[in-house]
DNA sequence: GATGAATGAGGCTTCATTCAT
DNA sequence: TATGAATGAAGCCTCATTCAT
């Protein structure tokens, strides 16, 4: 890699990591663009030299993260097929990927009602592929007769992902102080979902 | 209720309910007071003897659906005290509300969640009071050894709300041709919880 | 005096007592219609029963406390014809009514900005009135050779009015702990004019 | 001073030289902040990078102004260390002032003392250095015998600066037809203060 | 006379984006 | 590539005044 490109990659990654933390802390529409150039230490103008607009910016955070984010699963999920386990594994990986990086879980709120809602046109492709590995677990599960068949996966996937969702979200809300255990949360909540599917009686 | 009084309140709600369609239209960013204030039929300035300002606004509608939301879903339960049957009926509601009250939901959902004050700075009380009906729920079914008893109620809590939540968001920021029915929905969701939490084997 | 007349002339009152404070504490153009009413006690629109408009509300004020004050003065100077005893009694009357009622000396500074600049038609003739009476005491003085004759009793006027006005308005700016003796600044500023008025060699 | 310094300053004098002619023609409260910019010929935007907003653009007039007034001042005072003589070259100076500065006197004198924040939050320094020049002369005639010792200097610099204000607000509101000559209140309130403050029987 | 809810014009200010250097 | 000063559209909100009761 030239020098050139490894600082090009270099400011590119300041301005999305400090995007990141600007976009957490204030949202998107309350974020400034110079706020965002300020923290990665460039110029406003150097923003715009990499991103098309503010929201350019955003989706392609959105796109980092979840590829990250993606890639981290499938290794959690590599060595094991059983739908149970995975189950667990997800929830645990999930959760430790908030702790780990707290503006994940809020970034990921950002996003996921902008994506639907400000940016019409803009389909969350890495969410949905984030999701449906939880969506095959529950369909492989079914074709094994582990989880129940009438569940819908869709709803199922739904239902599961905003668990979580929900809980990192009132985890990075609170105060430190008052900060529940994100372990036992995880586990809790795959036991419940992981019951809830069963197709035992 | 004097003369006075009710066009006073009824100035209130025209606001309101103005508010929630033009927040639902075109998003609490690019809502414009005076739009509100035309749909209401009043004067922009009208606005501001009833609310502090545009995000006061929003939460006011928040507040005043929360209140009327509790108290449906009190009644819905009202008049059973078996847990595993609230637990569906808690669902059922929620749900039956989001589909009968759209726009309503719209805002809700999406809207308030993308004001960084009601995720940072607002506490939103009616919101958990609704959740701890849930929580309470949990609770009675670990008194009567009908729910598990090492199921923490606030984690469960926060985990149906968000499996709930996230699906009426889904639902709401879907298109109508591909939009999935609610009913099945609740009776998955409610079912998935309600064995998930089981006491029995 | 009948009941309603009295009860009018005390509402009239109320309320140009009100304005006085409100006008004094934050200024003509900060000042609020709303405040004065909430201060004076009665409704914003009374207000407009007894004043043309927020302006006329201001030069009614300002005649009503020039009355008063050119009554004061012109008892003040009542048993004495001495010219250099006028000035100092001129002095001394003046600084006593900023200190027995503050808000005078903010009111006549607001006003003299006011209607020379804002309110292009109006004449503060009451001003004029008071200030004369201390030209007149320059003419008489001159005319007794007492005083130079070659002073301009307009530029006199007008210096000696300013400075009695800016040690007011620095007398009521200040701290209440390092605040001056009125008094002595009284005699000092008439005894430097007295003297530099002066015929004596 | 670089091109760019140089441009930054120019762009700041085009800004302040604007708003001292819009706040002279129409008042602080009349003049709005985009009739600056046009009389600028920058964007409307452009003043709040100079300015916080339109209350400071008007104290920023006042800092600077009363830095070359001072500085032109200790220049008007240099050549002479005569108390008597430095009286009257400062009622000289600060009419000449007023006379060739016609509207930024206007905008001193009339708009700044409408400006509640500053009469009560404002502590203007720069007004104190320049009275404190006079204060300082009053101080040097007293410790050479040439002003009587029991003149407190701070009544004195007061009243002799309120005498000034008074007649530069009166020249400046006054219509060209009946203003007065500047030269000959300069030398009458001279006259009046020095022989006022001589310690000479 | 008294009220105070309602009006609505108007302007200060923000901030994403551009472009000359 | 990088800068950051400059732009300017656009909208929230204030508040003097009115008028139906």
Known sequence: MSDVSTRKADKRTLITD??????AERGFHQARV????RRAGVADGTIYLYFKNKEDLLL????????????????????????VERVRRFA????????????????????????NKFLKEYRPEKLWAYLNVFGQIVREGQATSVFRADLDPFVTMWAFFGALDELAMQWVLSRKSDRFDLD????????????????AT
């Open 18 to 23: 400090a995007a990141i933390d600007v976009f």
């Open 34 to 37: 110079s706020d965002i150039a």
């Open 60 to 83: 392609s955070v959105f796109e980092e993260k979840m590829d990250v984010l993606l890639a981290g699963l499938r290794v959690a999920l590599a060595d094991t097929s059983d739908p």
């Open 92 to 115: 645990v990986f999930h959760f430790r990927q908030v702790r780990e990086n707290r503006t994940t879980a809020e970034v990921l709120q950002v996003e996921l009602r902008l994506s």
């Open 184 to 199: 036992v949360a995880a586990r809790q909540v795959a036991e419940v979902f992981i019951r809830g599917m069963s197709a």
